[in-house]
């Protein structure tokens, strides 16, 4: 069964800091990685999806990684600002499945 | 990217009656939809996946006489609550899949239901 662990849980860092946010997997045989950004009482907005095939994506300020051997993904925020403060989900699909499995987050925090 | 709606965002009911929360895909028509729970601090729980003209496959725990869900068209699936309890008080979120082979899912806004 696959799990998904987010690493750290919460995070608080000064406006204009570059941050990572780490997300772990123990099956490695997935379809694609997604991380999304959930604002409080809110649904999910996807920032970028990763092919099992590829290596990374970027969407401005954004970057993520994905290294599918080791079971790893970070996601690289520069300049971080204000509104950015949000939860950070990070998601995996199986292969031939599209369901995702979820990590429970990391709470980011960026203080003016 | 793909929009996906969920109405009502908010719902608060009494003990005992059935609410029903819709799913919409408003640009593009989606085969398959998931419905998920999601508790406080906790990951998202998928409790079903929904297929245009079938029956949904629900994950396992999940009470399908206690959501009955409805998938009657491309751009339409409904989770209905029934007979609700305050443990069933909770915010579920649906999603849709675009249909490319990318598997990239959009989510909807959500729909916070508290049972009283």
């Known amino acids: 069964k696959q799990e998904v662990t987010q690493i750290p849980a919460a995070l608080s860092v000064p406006e204009g800091e570059n941050l990572v946010l780490n997300c772990s997997f123990t099956?490695?045989?997935?379809?694609?990685l997604q991380w999304f950004r959930q604002d409080p009482g809110k649904g999910l907005t996807s920032l970028l999806l990763?092919?099992?095939?590829?290596r990374e994506q970027t969407s401005g300020r954004l970057n993520a990684s994905l290294d599918k051997s080791s079971g790893r993904s970070t996601l690289y925020i520069a300049a971080s600002q204000p509104g950015d403060s949000a939860t950070y989900l990070c998601a995996v699909s199986g292969a031939g499945s599209y369901q995702l499995t979820f990590g429970k987050g990391t709470k980011l925090s960026v203080i003016p | 990217g793909a929009v996906v709606s969920q109405h009502p965002s908010r719902v608060i009911c009494k003990s005992g009656t059935s609410v029903k929360i819709e799913c919409r895909s408003l640009?593009?028509?989606?085969?398959?939809m998931f419905w998920y729970r999601q508790f406080p601090k906790k990951s998202l729980m998928l409790m079903a996946t929904s297929n245009e003209g079938s029956k949904a496959t629900y994950e396992q725990g999940v009470e399908k006489d206690k959501f009955l869900i409805n998938h009657a068209s491309l751009t339409l699936s409904t989770l209905t609550v029934t007979s609700a309890h305050p443990e069933d008080s909770s915010f579920y979120i649906c999603?849709?899949?675009?249909?490319?082979?990318?598997?990239?899912?959009?989510f909807g806004e959500g729909s916070r239901l508290t049972v009283l």
């Open positions: 640009d593009f028509q989606a085969t398959t």
């Open positions: 990763i092919q099992s095939s590829q």
């Open positions: 099956d490695s045989a997935i379809y694609n």
């Open positions: 999603s849709a899949r675009v249909f490319t082979n990318t598997g990239e899912l959009f």
